[in-house]
């Protein structure tokens, strides 16, 4: 592979296609009219992402894992068709309930709307025309920097290894943000669950210790007072023994 025949597959990558909320009718869809419009947009992106539709089975999976909002009817409002398209960007990279985290705890902020929500989507579909750009450059700097020709089969490991630590790197720190921002409920109840216990027992431990401490100690009375009582009869008994053998 050389350097144009690279160029050329990236360009290709990186050319998907995007449906923008202007791009989304006013009213209401039925959901076989929104998968055509979807399916309609994506035409126009590489064959690279011919094969990833927006199906039935998602959405209703979708709906079931409470990622969309209930619909009044068989029909879809902008805001619905908008989670949908967010939740199908993310799904690649996120877990259902990473995603679910994200979208509710951005629908519990006060005041937060729809169109909040499609403002948002507007604006990350704008950002994400600088990180194709921002992608092209990452390219060309692992190449240049680390001095790697595209030509040599080892180079080129080195180069393709390099771009998955890379998405490694980037996903990873997508999700401890998550984590951080979000935290997943289910963990919260199973640590602090972990926590109560480890208090448990660590208080278990305590008493016990504290048990066996006020037995030693009174062992150590016992002990003490056995000793004093013998201490203080050696003298009595031998002044009667002195007394004794004078009598005789």
């Known amino acids: 592979m050389d350097n144009q025949l690279m160029q050329q597959v990236i360009s290709e990558v990186l050319r998907d296609?995007?449906?923008?909320?202007?791009d989304i009718p006013a009213i209401d869809l039925y959901l076989d009219q929104i998968l055509s419009l979807v399916a309609d947009n994506?035409?126009?992106?590489s064959a690279y992402y011919q094969d990833k539709p927006l199906t039935k089975t998602m959405v209703n999976n979708y709906s079931k894992d409470g990622l969309i909002k209930p619909v009044k009817g068989k029909k879809y409002a902008k805001e619905?068709?908008?989670?949908?398209?967010?939740?199908?960007?993310?799904?690649s990279s996120m877990s259902i309930g990473e995603i679910k985290r994200i979208l509710t705890g951005v629908?519990?902020?006060?005041?937060?709307?729809?169109?909040?929500?499609?403002?948002c989507y507007d604006r990350y579909l704008d950002h994400k025309d600088d990180v194709r750009a921002l992608s092209r450059d990452v390219v060309d700097r692992l190449l240049t920097e680390q001095e790697l020709s595209i030509e040599d089969d080892r180079d080129f490991l080195v180069f393709l290894l390099s771009l998955v630590a890379l998405s490694s790197y980037t996903n990873g720190m997508a999700r401890a943000l998550i984590a951080a921002r979000?935290?997943?409920?289910?963990?919260l109840e199973r640590e602090r669950r972990e926590r109560a216990e480890e208090e448990k027992a660590r208080e278990k431990?305590?008493?016990?210790?504290?048990?066996e401490k006020?037995?030693?100690?009174?062992?150590?009375?016992?002990e003490k007072e056995k000793d004093k009582d013998s201490v203080d009869g050696e003298p009595q008994q031998a002044i009667e023994d002195d007394v004794g053998a004078k009598t005789e």
């Not at 619905?80 to 799904?91: G, R």
């Not at 431990?205 to 048990?211: G, M, T, V």
């Not at 006020?214 to 016992?222: E, F, I, M, Q, R």
Request: hydrophobic share 30%; charged share 55%; net charge negative.
């Open 17 to 22: 296609a995007d449906l923008r909320s202007q």
């Open 42 to 45: 994506r035409a126009k992106a």
């Open 80 to 91: 619905h068709i908008v989670q949908m398209l967010l939740v199908y960007a993310l799904k």
């Open 107 to 119: 629908d519990e902020l006060e005041d937060f709307e729809d169109k909040d929500l499609i403002a």
């Open 182 to 187: 979000y935290p997943d409920p289910e963990l």
């Open 205 to 211: 431990e305590e008493r016990k210790q504290e048990k």
């Open 214 to 222: 006020k037995k030693k100690d009174k062992d150590k009375d016992k």
